[in-house]
């Protein structure tokens, strides 16, 4: 039995990459984490140690900050794009490209009432996604965010579930319901987006549609912002989901003579219940 070289490629992780705009004296930031990999015909790396074909990891790194300048960053989406592009065309023995870039959100420290022009504060702890997968034949686009963390403080339920031997679970007819959702969502190739417009609706969207269903479950709340999102949207083509269930489970204050009608709680990190799921289109098929 023969011994193979399998699927491999290589790169440069976590780049961290910030980009000031100071063409006026009102600034702008993009807060970028950037990681490339190449794939295609590296095998004489591996198996003779030969180099001759291999883009250094460190020349992806440079490209990463050069790109940053020379190309811009208007949007993740858009400098993962021609960064791909570009370190495809430095390597002739790549077949393609992986970028993924997470942008980290500043706002403008407000003074007397305004923002300020070059003075920033850190947004929480949620973060905008980006993977590009760049081929010859095409361009994948998924954007996303993870870390966007929302509660409901009532309009929540969850009962009617499976019960065995082993379940102590209650049945609750109100409830807190809280998540940080990552959500990732796959563009079709329907031409030019506007990249920044069409993260501001969906996040947008998301969190509308949190806040106004009201919800049997957790898997319902994500299959109703799923599908909210792919009518709103047809240049994208699925959505999917990731949530863990933080729980709040109400404290029994009546050792302490107090009664407490939902309103004090402890906020359990783990363990959690992690729910998953990808809304998507219907598959049209010919008849």
């Known amino acids: ?10 790169g440069k992780s976590e780049n961290r990459v910030v980009r000031i705009v100071r063409d006026t004296p009102r600034h702008e930031i993009r807060d970028l984490n950037v990681s490339t990999s190449l794939r295609g015909d590296f095998a004489a790396a591996h198996t003779d140690g030969d180099q001759s074909q291999v883009l250094p ?15 811009g960053v208007s949007s993740p989406e858009d400098y993962a794009l021609a960064l791909a592009r570009r370190l495809v065309e ?15 959100a500043w706002d403008r420290i407000t003074v007397d009432g305004a923002g300020h022009d070059h ?28 870390e966007l963390t929302v509660l409901k403080s009532t309009g929540s339920e969850f009962k009617g579930f499976l019960q065995d ?23 079709a190739d329907r031409g030019r987006i506007d990249w920044n417009a069409a993260y501001a ?18 898997q319902e709340t994500l299959y109703a912002m799923g599908r909210a999102v792919l009518e709103a949207h047809d240049e994208i083509e699925e959505i999917s989901f990731a949530a863990p269930n933080k729980h709040h489970f109400l404290v029994d204050l009546a050792p302490f003579g107090l009664e407490n009608p939902g309103e004090v709680f402890i906020a359990a990190d783990r363990p959690y219940g992690l729910i998953e799921a990808t809304v998507t289109r219907e598959a049209n098929v010919d008849e």
């Open 1 to 10: 039995m023969g011994i193979v070289l399998g699927p491999n490629q290589y």
């Open 57 to 71: 990891t460190d020349t992806q790194k440079n490209t990463a900050f050069a790109f940053a300048k020379k190309h």
């Open 90 to 104: 430095a390597t002739p023995a790549a077949t393609g490209a992986l970028v993924r870039v997470e942008e980290y």
């Open 119 to 146: 003075s920033f504060v850190r947004r929480g702890a949620e973060v905008r996604t980006t993977e590009v997968d760049l081929s010859s034949e095409a361009a994948h686009v998924v954007s996303g965010l993870r």
């Open 165 to 187: 031997e082993y379940t102590t679970l209650p049945e609750a007819d109100d409830r807190i319901l809280a998540t940080a959702l990552t959500a990732r969502w796959r563009y």
């Open 201 to 218: 609706e969906v996040r947008a969207l998301l969190l509308a549609t949190f806040a106004t269903t009201y919800s049997r479950a957790l």
